[in-house]
């Protein structure tokens, strides 16, 4: 079975890091391109950052540019989103995702991938 895992989210104050995870299992993503995506209650899931299949390429929200940072490593089939400079407006549920449509490198459009973790919550106080 395709299975995507996030885990690293928790309660910080402002200013403070965290560092999300995916993990993978089922299948390799080494094939996929993949993104992470949050959601506010009342809100639509937005795109956060994406990646390309070999790590090459990405690109963020710009609400998150120059304070977090895609990464994956893909012998250990994982994906990663480290986060610094937190903000209280960075709190919300964060999914990872997984895509595999050979129209796209990346993308930060939720409907451009077909797999999804289940999230992680991330709160930020001031």
């Known amino acids: 079975q395709v299975q995507l895992v996030e885990s690293g989210g928790g309660s910080v104050q402002a200013g403070g890091s965290l560092r999300l995870s995916c993990a993978a299992s089922g299948y390799t993503i080494s094939r996929y391109y993949m993104g992470w995506f949050r959601q506010t209650p009342g809100k639509e899931r937005d795109g956060v950052a994406c990646i390309d299949i070999s790590g090459g390429r990405s690109s963020n929200a710009d609400s998150v540019k120059g304070r977090f940072t895609v990464s994956r490593d893909n012998a250990k089939n994982t994906l990663y989103l480290q986060m610094n400079s937190l903000k209280p407006e960075d709190t919300a549920v964060y999914y990872c995702?997984?895509?595999?449509?050979?129209?796209?490198?990346?993308?930060?459009?939720?409907?451009?991938?077909?797999?999804w973790g289940q999230g992680t919550q991330v709160t930020v106080s001031a």
């Open positions: 995702a997984a895509g595999d449509s050979p129209r796209w490198w990346f993308s930060l459009r939720p409907n451009d991938y077909a797999y």
